[in-house]
Nanobody, 113 residues
């Protein structure tokens, strides 16, 4: 019910926009979030957004990443700017708080020169 896309290989300092397609039921009534799992590390929260559009960010991405939600397309976006190699990870979207049933395949982001 959640499908992530937009990951790619990008050079340091570059930008990407990730997209998460959600069903109407999920999107309309639930807070949404992006998580990431770097190689060999646990999955952590990157950003979350309430149904009212209030957002919060992990300290490591504040000022560089922006989460948004589109009521028309039922998508959640993660705009990522000024990417660094430390941002390399598989990125997942989920509701917030997350539920196991909604973890998808994720989308791979690799930052390397």
């Amino acid at each position: 019910q959640l499908v992530e896309s937009g990951g790619n290989l990008v050079q340091p300092g570059g930008s990407l926009r990730l997209s998460c397609a959600a069903s109407r039921t999920i999107f309309s009534s639930l807070d949404m979030a992006w998580f990431r799992q770097p190689p060999g590390k646990p999955r952590d929260l990157v950003a979350r957004i309430t149904t009212a559009g209030i957002s919060n960010y992990a300290d490591s991405v504040k000022g560089r990443f922006t989460i948004s939600r589109d009521e028309v397309t039922k998508r959640v976006y993660l705009q990522m700017n000024d990417l660094t190699p430390e941002d390399t990870a598989i990125y997942y979207c989920n509701i917030y708080p997350p539920e196991n049933a909604y973890w998808g395949q994720g989308t791979q982001v690799a930052v390397s020169s």
